[in-house]
């Protein structure tokens, strides 16, 4: 499985952007890069994923580097509920590839 | 609608015992996966249904733990001779197909006195 390196910790203030970095330089060519959070004493939850092209949601935005080989989280006006552990996580569409991975991720603090 | 449930949603017991864990998945879904949750980490996967047969159980730690899904819906993950090293949360998650996002539940968080 293709390895994600995340910091461990990120804070930042409410209402404010966020951006939640994650590096994966041994991405394969039909790796997508999904995204899943994990809110206090919760089960994850799916956030947002993509392959080569920018994506957006109602949650968040996903922005991939041109050589993917990085990807940035975006969360463009934080709230106190968007507290939680963010995993950046490699998946194949290829059959026998329906498991996620997940690292450590990075536990995110929101400040009021 | 009606999201993952598991049940119980705490479980204690003591070392050596035998134990259930109980996932009822999002109606419809066919897959069904297991993941393992220990304090300060992320989820481990344990095993993955499509339908009532296990498609991968390569996470599955050694023969102590068994899942079952006989109607393909409704999963339970079975823990024999229980140890201290297997307290943790077990976390169960559907899927509508094999490559959709995951859904999941709130888990059941297991203590191995």
């Not at chain 1, 940035?72 to 026998?96: E, F, K, M, N, W």
Request: charged letters at 20%; one cysteine or more.
């Amino acid at each position: 499985d293709a390895k994600t390196t995340q910091p461990n910790s990120m804070e930042s203030n409410e209402e404010e952007p966020v951006h939640l970095p994650c590096n994966h330089s041994t991405i394969s060519g039909t790796d997508y890069i999904h995204w899943y959070r994990q809110l206090p004493s919760q089960g994850p939850e799916y956030v947002i994923h993509g392959l080569t092209s920018n994506v957006n949601n109602r949650m968040a935005s996903l922005a991939i580097a041109e050589d993917r080989k990085s990807s940035t989280l975006i969360l463009h006006r934080a709230t106190l509920r968007d507290a939680a552990v963010y995993y950046c996580i490699l998946r194949s569409p290829l059959q026998g590839a329906q498991k996620l991975v997940f690292g450590q991720g990075t536990r995110l603090t929101i400040n009021p | 609608g009606a999201g993952v449930s598991q049940t119980p949603s705490n479980k204690v017991t003591e070392k050596g015992k035998y134990v259930e864990l109980r996932c009822d998945p999002i109606s419809g879904h066919t897959a069904l996966y297991w993941y393992r949750q220990s304090l300060g980490q992320g989820p481990e996967f344990l095993i993955y249904f499509q339908g009532t047969g296990a498609a991968d159980d390569s996470g599955l730690p050694n023969d102590r733990f068994f899942a079952v899904r006989p109607e393909g819906s409704v999963s339970t993950l079975k823990i024999q001779r229980t140890e201290r090293g297997d307290s943790a949360v077990y976390l169960c998650a559907s899927s509508p197909a094999f490559y959709n996002e995951q859904f999941f539940g709130p888990g059941t968080r297991l203590t191995v006195l």
